[in-house]
Nanobody, 124 residues
Framework: QVQLVEAGVGSVQAGGSLRLSCLAS??????LVWFRQAPGKEREGVAV????????YYADSVKGRFTISQNNAKDTVYLQMNSLKLEDTAMYYC???????????????????WGQGTQVTVSS
């Protein structure tokens, strides 16, 4: 069983920055992903990093503002969020594809392990 634990300060003013981190209990994931879901909205894949080559993809809504990265051990993924907007307010989830039960292909993200989520609130 793979565990994912998110961490990060939850509240910031619009225009500010915030960094989320997620520690995985394995380094064997093929991809690490950040999703978010706001009340009344569908879950959105925000960013993905392919752990082998470090290739990244971003949703159009965050491109140029968010940066996903990983540590050398490939068991921690970060999401640096800059120029935050009110509409970035959501629950953010870290997820991983491990083994044959999950996969990522391009911007198609189908992880099979999920963290519990951390709330990010952007205020005016």
């Amino acid at each position: 069983q793979v565990q994912l634990v998110e961490a990060g300060v939850g509240s910031v003013q619009a225009g500010g920055s915030l960094r989320l981190s997620c520690l995985a209990s394995t380094y064997r994931s093929s991809c690490l992903v950040w999703f978010r879901q706001a009340p009344g909205k569908e879950r959105e894949g925000v960013a993905v990093i392919y752990t082998g080559l470090g290739t990244t993809y971003y949703a159009d809504s965050v491109k140029g503002r968010f940066t996903i990265s990983q540590n050398n051990a490939k068991d921690t993924v970060y999401l640096q969020m800059n120029s935050l907007k009110l509409e970035d307010t959501a629950m953010y989830y870290c997820a991983a594809a491990v083994g044959s039960g999950g996969y990522c292909y391009g911007s198609d993200m189908r992880p099979n392990y999920w963290g519990q989520g951390t709330q990010v609130t952007v205020s005016s």
